[in-house]
């Protein structure tokens, strides 16, 4: 069965500091991984998807992601963090398979940004 | 502005009484989605539609129903046989293999 791992549930970092996320995944067959943001009591928008082109994927408000075959990792990162980045994250992953276009969610990472 | 609309945004049931979660869309996408999101636990799936007329069961069906009538509306249905319905509801929709797309969620509570 697949599965994703988000490896921290709370991150703390300070604005203008380097954020990384971290997502490891199980795969029996290639998939197409994502990362969503949530702010409260709204849902879930995409902030960039992988789908086996370029290894480096780059997203929406300066995130990006780099999908590691080898290490089965899709970790999230951004340069310098933003006050507004506070949100939790989402690493989803999706496999192709019969039955159709099903997601596999994490249990989210929540990004505190601290002044 | 095409997306996704769920209503109401709060919602309270009482005990025993069935209450159905709104969710139309207008991006002319053909599959539905309906998750339940708990607290630490991410998102898990309820029922999903590919086409009109047609609905599957996902990982936590039990005590939830759907109808499919419409290619922009799939309203849910939680029924009392859910004994803790108490969750945020997030619907979805999306093109065949493309990313799906949430509306801003209904949150039911229990009176």
């Known amino acids: 069965a697949q599965s994703v791992t988000q490896l921290d549930s709370h991150v703390s970092v300070s604005e203008g500091t380097p954020v990384l996320l971290r997502c490891n995944y199980s795969s029996s067959y290639s998939p197409s991984l994502f990362w969503y943001v949530q702010h409260p009591n709204k849902g879930l928008q995409l902030l960039l998807k992988y789908t086996s082109a370029a290894t480096l994927v780059k997203g929406i408000n300066g995130f990006e992601a780099e999908f590691k075959k080898s290490e089965t990792s899709f970790h999230l990162t951004k340069p310098s963090a933003h006050m507004s980045d506070a949100a939790e994250y989402f690493c989803?992953?999706?496999?192709?398979?019969?039955?159709?276009?099903?997601?596999?969610f994490g249990t989210g990472t929540q990004l505190k940004v601290e002044l | 502005d095409g997306g996704i609309t769920q209503s109401p945004k709060y919602l309270f049931r009482k005990e025993g009484q069935n209450v159905t979660l709104s969710c139309e869309q207008n991006?002319?996408?053909?599959?539905m989605y309906w998750y339940r999101q708990d607290p630490g636990q991410g998102l898990r799936l309820i029922y999903y539609?590919?086409?009109?007329?047609?609905?599957q069961k996902g990982d936590i069906a039990e005590g939830y129903s759907v109808s499919r009538e419409k290619k922009e509306s799939f309203p849910l249905t939680v029924t009392s046989a859910q004994k803790n319905p108490t969750a945020f509801y997030l619907c979805?929709?999306?093109?065949?293999?493309?990313?799906?797309?949430f509306g801003d969620g209904t949150r039911l509570s229990i009176l």
């Open positions: 539609s590919q086409i009109v007329n047609d609905f």
């Open positions: 989803v992953v999706n496999y192709h398979t019969g039955g159709g276009n099903k997601l596999t």
């Open positions: 979805a929709s999306s093109l065949v293999g493309q990313p799906q797309h």
């Open positions: 991006l002319n996408h053909d599959a």
